[in-house]
């Protein structure tokens, strides 16, 4: 096994990983499990479970029945996240649609898998085809085929719970069973389901980085339905579990160390990449091959960041494409009052989705939709709703328990196509704690999506008038759904993409920016599998190169 | 039950090279019926524990018996060996005598004596009808794995086994369990099964000077590592007198009685492989047997372990607070209240167990509460596998620092248990030491052998007069 050498604060290692997400994580796991020296650089501070756990617990009621997941996790001074309880603006959005852009990610070691709630979707066969089958959006230059050996191996990786029935499956195209069966569904996805799939709504259970039973060293989920913005027993998956795991093979992680400058050659190859450590003293990390793993925000920051005389527009940037494309699953809810008793919130926090809106010959006119049952327990929901009908005492308890028991709420995702004016640029005005360029977003949804919002209301309004309902509400603002996808869009062309079907840099022979950014087409399910998958197939390559 | 028999592993694949040179005996002549019984005496015995390869290997799935089950520890990787009937890897060469001889006298085939890890002074007691299936289930009921086990290389004085011979002509009692005509047969098959095969002494009883267990003392506790083996004697208060033979019996089949205790640790180890597997009635035996082990009281001991404790409530007290005095409790909700509950009451439906009235947090030693907080628990009972993270320092939920298993032990003490304090002294020694009780066992073999060579250098220095010769001899 070889080690990262250390000189001088400086180091040297076969591979330099910035960024210890999920995808980075797994890319240092197997790197470093076949002997090769890896560094992996991370921005943000390592956390303690405790105290996050501790952080939600301690929050004012305000901010847990809003939803501040970003709010709990402690920051580094340079390192910054967005945070919306007050809004930090850290990124800056410009468009019609900015409001629906306020992405939630977390800078510490593990990355944003922390307070995800584990889905672990696939994307259809046709999601990678989307220009030839539909004639919108781009095609991906690998296929599902091609791909699919890599989603079972990040299933593997996550331990992955999903329905070993096919007829539940969504894609059915398996040439592996998931790990472990479904995790069992609560009364409350079998109560939907037997309403909506008469109907075609196809709910279905959603496969998920947790199991009802221990896998490897993670115990079982015993449902506290926290897992956003924290699973307080580690039954989940979080990519902290890939950075201890590679760190036990003998990868070295850095904390609070902020890549800001990468050196190219004259064959334009990645040299070295220099740091920032927590007092801001500058140390530089020389490697054979390079890998930036930040999300799709930090990634194409840090590229643009980063231009150099070689490389003027930034790097990995002849396309111009670098930060384009930005997408995430926009999102919309749906909530009512059911003529019947749901019990939302028993097990975890994401359980069963509609997927019968996933794909069909309309999405040549408009955006397909998943329509989740979000099954996070109402009872903050149903408490501000009490509270603010004036009740108090045994009138107030009983009308929680009513509306915990019978309210609704539906968690709708579009797909937006990639459109190179959804923009990521550096801000020339403002300015992160060591003094770098922040990161300025500029987002329009687009008549595609636009118009599959309005398809969606009308099945809402369906299923709606299914279950008799009452207080029925769409929600007219979009929300982010943290999926951020594009930025080093995946292309055969190199004049219009960034990066190549196994996440390597058109413009830099041995650098791979791998992960959501590299996501030609959204899908509307979430991203993550797609960029854990992405993440072993570019580790594959990056041990195929290094043999080499 | 692992740790013993990794000792004699090592002196087994000692052996592998001399039996392959030996004349193979007949294999023939067992019935199908004899073969079954060796397998379920194997698994009271829980011989698998130690022996079977582990799953994990490469190429090594399902590889019964073929030994290479590493232990880690400082002294360099500890492999069990091949005890399948591979005439040239493994005990295919053994006659059923030289088999006997070495499961009950600890004698290998060449002559050599084992340690006591394997635990053949309480094998001793084996019937011959129980050798007799056992031979015929590893001759015939485990598939010849002809693969050497990773060898292991013990230093000095581990690597020395002819003072055996002194120490079991003091301790070892090669003669058969016979029938109590005072008790029913079901208390005899459970004292036979219990004494020999389930060989609960060797963890349970106190040791004496030359670590030999104490008799007088039988299932009053010892220490393992950096677990308690508990007093299992039916004393109300230091024992387990409090506790109903059905739950007793619960217990071995299960590893869990709700309100008294969990199985972790060694004892984890034996309820999944051994004890979960033995017929309802052998486990009612042993459960009316150890209900009649004659009572030890630790006259330190106040009330009962599981006695200890009610809800505790004591979530206000810390919410929006950072007082360090509160540092216990901080951790508890931020770590443990998940699935114990606020109030430290378990899961509704006892899966998940209770901490007040929990033997590991009301033990008189703390020995368990630290252990089962740095190694967790790992158990599994037919498809039901309990895994409680341990927060040691590989953990996956968060690694926890001796003053912090401190500041959590002694919140736990006090607000579920007796109400004293874990020192972060006693977290670091339990921390030194492995979870498994090898490395404890280890030593004090060590010590035996020890004393017994110093035995040797002094009576050999009186007859030739030299010290100096004798310490040439010890360096």
């Known amino acids: 096994m070889r080690e990262v050498d250390f000189i001088d604060g400086d180091a040297a290692a076969d591979v330099v990983i910035v960024g210890s997400g999920v995808v980075g994580a797994l890319i240092a796991d197997q ?18 479970r405790a105290d996050v756990v501790e952080n939600w617990r301690n929050f004012s009621f305000e901010r847990r029945a809003g939803n501040d997941f970003q709010g709990p996790y402690p920051q580094s001074p340079h390192a910054t996240a967005p945070l919306y309880w007050p809004a930090n603006d850290y990124i800056h959005l410009t468009g019609p649609d900015a409001k629906g852009f306020k992405q939630g990610y977390i800078r510490a070691v593990g990355g944003t898998t922390w307070h995800w709630a584990a889905s672990c979707w696939r994307h259809l066969p046709v999601d990678l085809k989307m220009q030839s089958t539909y004639g919108v959006g781009r095609d991906w230059p690998i296929s599902y085929d091609d791909l699919e050996p890599y989603y079972c191996r990040a299933e593997e990786a996550m331990g992955v719970s999903g329905p070993h029935d096919p007829a539940r499956q969504s894609p059915p195209e398996r040439s592996r069973p998931y790990p472990s069966d479904m995790v069992p569904w609560g009364h409350g996805d079998t109560a939907f389901a037997e309403v909506v799939n008469p109907h075609g709504y196809n709910l279905v259970p959603i496969p998920q980085g947790r199991m009802v039973k221990p896998w490897k060293d993670r115990p079982a989920c015993c449902g506290n339905n926290n897992c956003q913005p924290i699973c307080p027993i580690g039954a989940m998956y979080n990519g ?12 070295k992680v850095l904390a609070e160390s902020v890549v800001y400058k990468i050196d190219t050659d004259d064959n334009n190859r990645i040299t070295a990449v220099h740091w920032y450590d927590a007092d801001k003293v500058s140390h530089k990390a020389t490697g054979k091959t390079f890998v930036i793993a930040c999300n799709s925000v930090e990634t194409p920051r840090l590229l643009l960041l980063a231009a150099n005389a070689r490389n003027p527009r930034g790097i990995a940037n002849s396309s111009d494409q670098v930060g384009r494309n930005m997408m995430d699953h926009s999102g919309f809810h749906c909530t009512f009052l059911a003529d019947r008793p749901i019990w939302l919130g028993r097990g975890p926090a994401q359980s069963s989705c509609m997927v019968g809106p996933r794909d069909g010959a309309f999405r040549s006119e408009y955006s397909a939709n998943k329509i989740i049952l979000n099954n996070i327990s109402q ?25 915990a028991a019978y309210g609704v709420d539906l968690s709708i995702s579009l797909e937006p196509l990639p459109n190179p004016a959804n923009r990521l640029t550096l801000s020339k005005t403002r300015r992160d704690g060591l003094g770098l360029p922040s990161p300025d977003i500029a987002y329009e949804l687009g008549d595609y999506a ?3 919002y309005d398809k969606a209301c009308e099945q809402l309004e369906h299923i709606g008038k299914l279950f008799n309902a009452d207080e029925f509400h769409i929600t007219t603002d979009l929300n982010a759904n943290n999926h951020i996808m594009g930025a080093v869009i995946m292309g055969s062309d190199k004049r219009d993409s960034v990066v190549d079907g196994d996440c390597r840099a058109h413009d830099h022979a041995n650098l791979w920016l791998p992960g959501g950014g590299a996501i030609p087409s959204a899908s509307v399910v979430n991203s993550t599998l797609t960029m854990a998958a992405l993440g072993i197939k570019a580790a594959d390559s990056i041990s195929r190169s290094l043999a080499a | 039950m692992r740790a013993l028999a990794i000792l004699s592993a090592a002196l087994l694949s000692l052996a592998a090279p001399l039996a392959a040179q030996a004349q193979p005996t007949a294999q023939s002549r067992f019935t199908a019926a004899e073969i079954e019984r060796g397998r379920y005496v194997a698994t009271a015995g829980d011989c698998a524990a130690c022996h079977n390869a582990p799953a994990s290997a490469p190429g090594r799935e399902g590889a019964e018996m073929a030994g290479g089950y590493p232990i880690v520890s400082p002294l360099g990787s500890i492999y069990s060996t091949n005890i399948t009937p591979s005439r040239t890897h493994g005990i295919g060469a053994y006659s059923e005598a030289e088999f006997a001889r070495a499961l009950r006298q600890g004698i290998r085939r060449d ?24 031979y015929a289930y590893f001759m015939k009921g485990v598939r010849p794995v002809d693969r050497t086990a990773p060898a292991t290389s013990l230093p000095f004085p581990f690597n020395i086994r002819t003072s055996m011979r002194a120490w079991n002509a003091l301790f070892l009692k090669d003669e058969r369990v016979k029938v109590d005509p005072g008790h029913d047969a079901k208390w005899n098959r459970g004292r ?21 267990e104490k008799t007088g003392s039988a299932l009053a506790g010892g220490p393992l590592g950096a677990w308690y083996a508990p007093n299992i004697t039916s004393d109300k208060i230091s024992g387990i007198g409090g506790w109903s033979q059905a739950e007793i019996a619960q217990y071995l089949a299960t590893g869990h009685v709700a309100g008294k205790a969990q199985a972790a640790g060694d004892m984890a180890e034996a309820v999944t492989h051994s004890f979960s597997k033995l017929t309802r009635s052998d486990i009612d035996a042993m459960a009316a047997y150890i209900a009649t082990v004659p009572a030890v009281r630790d006259e330190g001991d106040k009330q009962p372990a599981y006695s200890y404790g009610k809800s505790g409530t004591f979530e206000a007290a810390i919410r929006g607070g950072t007082q360090p005095a509160m540092a216990g409790a901080r951790l508890y909700s931020g770590l443990c209240a998940a699935c114990h509950g606020r109030d430290g009451d378990g899961s509704p439906d006892g ?18 509460l630290i252990a089962v907080i740095l190694h967790g628990v790992d158990r599994t009972v037919g498809d039901r ?9 590989n953990s996956f939920v968060q690694p926890l620092s001796n003053l912090q298993i401190a500041e959590l032990g002694t919140f736990l003490r006090q607000t579920f248990g007796p109400g004293d304090a874990i020192s972060e002294k006693q977290v670091e020694i339990a921390r030194s030491q492995s979870s498994l009780s090898i490395l404890l066992l280890m030593a004090r073999t060590g010590m035996v052998l020890l004393a017994l060579i110093l035995i040797g250098i002094v009576a050999w220095r009186l007859r030739r007069g030299g010290l100096r010769h004798a310490k040439a001899t010890l360096a």
């Open chain 1, 31 to 48: 790197l470093a499990g076949e002997g090769h020296a890896v560094l992996v650089l991370e921005a943000g501070p390592r956390l303690n």
């Open chain 1, 240 to 251: 902290i579990h890939s950075v201890e795991s590679a760190e036990r093979k003998g990868a």
């Open chain 1, 379 to 403: 009872i903050h929901n149903a408490t501000k709703k009490a509270l603010a009908m004036g009740l108090v005492g045994e009138a107030l308890d009983t009308e929680i328990r009513r509306r």
């Open chain 1, 450 to 452: 636009r118009k599959g």
């Open chain 2, 111 to 134: 002559g050599a004596p084992l340690y006591p890890a394997m635990p053949y002074t309480s094998y001793a007691g084996l019937s011959d009808t129980d050798v007799h299936a056992l």
């Open chain 2, 192 to 212: 036979y099964l219990a004494e020999t095969l389930g060989h609960c002494s060797t963890c349970h009883s106190p040791r004496g000077f030359l670590m030999e």
């Open chain 2, 351 to 368: 899966a998940i167990p209770s901490l007040h009235h929990n033997s590991t947090v009301g033990a008189s030693r703390t020995n368990n």
């Open chain 2, 385 to 393: 596998h309990v895994l409680m993270p341990g927060f040691g320092e």
